[in-house]
């Protein structure tokens, strides 16, 4: 009998990223397992990656709240409420837990279940939920979003984690066949607070290029361009990616030999993929959010402490052997 299941978690991308084990975990232990996910448009790929996903649906908060009351933006909210009242879930499982997420979990058919008062980080949620389950809340985000869906469906966490992206690795060896050596690099992030010296990033890209690496930064906006840019001006070995699909993105993470980033969800996905990554946290802690992954992972620093250019060093080295 097929147990129609809804997850709603709609970003962002290093969130949607640790939610993945968890699906895993569901596809599993529940037979017969018809996967939903709500999310946001603009992450909708990420869903889609997970082999036991069924359907991606999408919502667009982020750019719906600009003319929230628009014609063209009331008729897409609609079109999603009619959606997810016309199928009948078995389970509702809202793993984020904020009160954006709150509507669309009242608009889906279903038991609706989510963390309970003292584990939400908004606990006013937690009012619209049939079911509520108590998790831990200073525990790594990976632990944390399984734990939460091995209480709604009645069995036990085991074994490491399996993010479901198994289907990159035949493209990255290919690539890694006939494409030279390189690192991928994301000195960005969004946040200012969160930027590492560029004396520091120099010492790293040295370090990789005498490693005999080409280097690959990625950057999303301008400004990041332009900052990725200016890192490695007169580098021969080095280019910045030209802004792509995340499929593509995925694609060019999943075949490097090695990933230097800050604490952004390309870095964690890159440790999804399997990579040996190094993350540098100096705005957050890495207790709840650290890398995880089947290669070599390295988080280093935390909030108002970031790390220094030799423990960052010390790391390419332990990954590169």
């Not at 036991?52 to 609609?78: F, K, L, N, P, Y």
């Not at 332009?226 to 890192?231: D, K, M, P």
Request: hydrophobic share 45%; with cysteine; aromatic share 8%.
């Amino acid at each position: 009998m097929t147990t129609r299941i809804l997850i709603v978690r709609t970003s962002s991308l290093g969130d949607l990223v640790h939610m993945l084990p968890a699906i895993s975990d569901i596809a599993k232990h529940v037979p017969d397992a018809q996967i939903d996910w709500l999310v946001e448009e603009s992450f909708a790929q990420i869903p889609a990656w997970h082999p036991a996903v069924t359907q991606v649906i999408q919502v667009a908060h982020r750019r719906w709240r600009r003319a929230w009351w628009s014609t063209q933006v009331r008729q897409e909210r609609g079109a999603v409420n009619a959606a997810l009242r016309a199928r009948q879930y078995d389970l509702v499982l809202d793993m984020q837990a904020l009160l954006k997420s709150i509507w669309w979990v009242r608009m889906a058919t279903g038991a609706k279940h989510g963390l309970d008062w003292c584990s939400a980080r908004e606990p006013l949620a937690t009012m619209f939920y049939d079911v509520r389950h108590r998790v831990e809340f200073w525990q790594p985000a990976v632990a944390r979003q399984r734990l939460l869906a091995a209480s709604a469906f009645g069995y036990k966490v085991q074994g490491a984690p399996d993010f479901g992206l198994q289907a990159f690795d035949a493209q990255a060896q290919l690539t890694r066949k006939h494409e030279h050596a390189y690192a991928t690099i994301m000195p960005s992030a969004s946040r200012e607070d969160k930027l590492w010296p560029v004396a520091d990033w120099q010492a790293v890209l040295d370090c990789l290029t005498q490693r005999g690496l080409k280097l690959k930064l990625l950057a999303g906006t301008p400004d990041e361009y332009e900052r990725a840019q200016a890192l490695i001006h007169g580098r021969l070995n080095a280019m910045v990616m030209p802004r792509g699909s995340l499929t593509a993105t995925a694609q060019t993470l999943a075949a490097a030999e090695l990933m230097v980033g800050l604490d952004s969800g390309l870095t964690h996905l890159s440790a999804a993929l399997g990579r040996p990554t190094i993350g540098i946290y100096q705005a957050s802690t890495p207790v709840r959010t650290p890398l995880v992954g089947d290669a070599f992972t390295a988080s280093l620093g935390d909030r108002g402490q970031p790390p220094s250019r030799q423990m960052v060093l010390a790391a390419i080295e332990q990954a590169l052997g």
